[in-house]
């Protein structure tokens, strides 16, 4: 028998992913095991419970549309910012007695990692600032860049001090509803090639945008939301507290 059909739980647990785990957990507690991961191998479901219920998983966080495409935020930004963080590390000023704190803000469109290097590198004052005084510099039309001068020596004379991603924020339920439509629209898209393989199909959102909602908000983001007829039901478990979920 292929391994991805045992329902033993550590067999289970080892294929899936973060995501997956949480939605796992969920589905164990209200006693739908045995659970099986990918049934059909790696097409959708990505779950199937013990009534035959092909579960699909999706992490719900913010996205963005840009260039005709929608795209999570945090897709690019991170890697490209974890670049910059380590390419920070490697630039020397000999003569800085103390060290700056350098921090980010862009919007989309990003540019290449390789050319925001090299902006960092010419655009980095020689000089520190001093302490607590913030020098701004444009480095593209959509990245940002401030230095900080600190109080004291901390081992580089740069240090990364974090970014704000200009996309992202906004009203939480809003930001909920929307980004949760998005999410069912791609995954109602996605499972069309397989949903006569089984009669229900139930989506879980991970959610990352919210800490759960009040009934007021439960019963607006019930409204808000156009969900298609091939989802039995649509839960969401919050990414930080798995114990905070609903259904709808």
């Known amino acids: 028998m292929d391994a991805r059909h045992f329902s033993n739980e550590s ?11 949480i939605a796992y957990t969920y589905l164990a507690r209200h006693g739908h095991t045995p659970i099986v991961h990918e049934p059909d191998g790696n097409v959708p479901p990505d779950l199937l419970t013990k009534e035959k219920i092909a579960v699909e998983v999706r992490l719900l966080n913010q996205n963005i549309e840009y260039g005709g495409r929608v795209k999570g935020v945090g897709d690019e930004a991170f890697p490209l910012m974890k ?6 590390i490697g630039i020397a000023n000999p003569s800085a007695e103390r060290s700056a704190y350098v921090s980010f803000s862009f919007r989309r469109p990003l540019p290449k990692l ?7 590198s010419k655009s980095l004052p020689v000089g520190i600032p001093e302490i607590g005084e913030d020098t701004f510099y ?4 959509t990245v940002n860049m401030h230095v900080v001068g600190a109080s004291k020596w901390l ?3 740069y240090v990364y001090s974090g970014c704000f991603d200009d996309d992202s924020g906004g009203f939480v339920l809003s930001e909920l509803i929307r980004n949760a439509q998005i999410c069912i629209d791609e995954k109602t898209e996605k499972i069309k090639p397989y949903r ?4 229900r199909w139930w989506l879980v959102l991970i959610d990352s945008i919210s800490f759960g909602l009040n009934d007021l908000e439960l019963e607006v983001l019930k409204s808000s939301l156009a969900v298609p007829d091939c989802w039995t039901y649509v839960s969401f478990i919050s990414l930080q507290d798995d114990r905070i979920a609903f259904r709808i």
């Open 11 to 21: 067999n289970v647990e080892l294929k899936m992913d973060r995501y997956e785990k």
């Open 196 to 199: 006569t393989s089984y009669e």
């Open 114 to 120: 390789k050319k925001l290097k090299s902006l960092v």
């Open 138 to 141: 444009q480095l593209t039309p």
């Open 83 to 88: 670049g910059i963080e380590n390419h920070l």
């Open 155 to 157: 081992n580089e004379p």
